[in-house]
């Protein structure tokens, strides 16, 4: 590709992140990824790859210990850049492009434990209970015959294992 442009690592952007989107949401043991923009002189997005991008992201209270960031080049101007936190904190995330940091540097993040589930992950509350009428499930299920809880093919039953706490179908996530 040959081509005029020249990156300005002051135009370049993550996008969809402003500060507080970045603040909140980011889980420990949850991937993270975002999109950089990179711009040129004139703020027009690049159109190609082959652009030196690096991250540096450390917790603040552990400074002297980065935590690895992947960036894959898009080839067409963005970069994909993905990490997974290993525990609660808060992170500063340096960007740099062609060796200069970009803007709104640092970036910082902070990193939640996952609600605990209080439930049980379950098929259906009539499975999990050996067939108790008293059982409950937060998924909305149902059952004729003075159940409280779901059981396979009852209207509102999710169709899929969940959470019988807060309905939820993924087993590694938070309690809603």
């Given at each position: 590709?040959?081509?005029?442009?020249?990156?300005?690592?002051?135009?370049?952007?993550?996008?969809?992140?402003?500060?507080?989107?970045?603040?909140?949401?980011?889980?420990?043991h949850?991937?993270?990824?975002?999109t950089?923009v990179?711009?040129?002189?004139?703020?027009?997005?690049?159109?190609h790859g082959?652009?030196?991008v690096?991250g540096?992201?450390?917790?603040?209270?552990?400074e002297n210990?980065?935590v690895?960031?992947?960036?894959?080049d898009?080839?067409?101007g963005?970069?994909?850049l993905?990490?997974?936190?290993?525990r609660?904190?808060?992170?500063?995330?340096?960007?740099?492009?062609?060796?200069k940091?970009i803007?709104?540097?640092p970036?910082?993040?902070?990193?939640?434990?996952?609600?605990?589930?209080?439930?049980?992950?379950?098929?259906?509350?009539?499975?999990?209970?050996?067939?108790?009428?008293?059982?409950?499930?937060?998924?909305?299920?149902?059952?004729?015959?003075?159940y409280?809880?779901?059981?396979?093919g009852?209207?509102?039953?999710?169709?899929?294992?969940?959470?019988?706490c807060?309905g939820?179908?993924?087993?590694?996530?938070?309690?809603?």
């Open positions: 590709v040959v081509t005029t442009q020249k990156v300005d690592p002051r135009n370049c952007s993550l996008d969809n992140c402003s500060g507080s989107a970045l603040a909140q949401g980011l889980k420990v949850r991937r993270v990824e975002m950089l990179t711009k040129d002189y004139e703020g027009k997005p690049m159109t082959g652009i030196l690096e540096d992201l450390r917790y603040r209270d552990e210990r980065p690895t960031v992947a960036v894959t898009s080839r067409d963005t970069y994909q993905s990490f997974m936190p290993e609660a904190g808060v992170m500063a995330l340096m960007i740099s492009v062609d060796g940091l803007e709104d540097c970036y910082v993040l902070r990193i939640h434990n996952l609600r605990p589930h209080r439930g049980v992950y379950h098929c259906c509350s009539f499975c999990s209970s050996n067939g108790s009428k008293y059982a409950t499930c937060a998924c909305g299920s149902v059952m004729p015959g003075g409280r809880g779901c059981g396979h009852h209207e509102g039953h999710p169709g899929q294992r969940h959470w019988s807060c939820s179908v993924q087993e590694h996530s938070d309690c809603a």
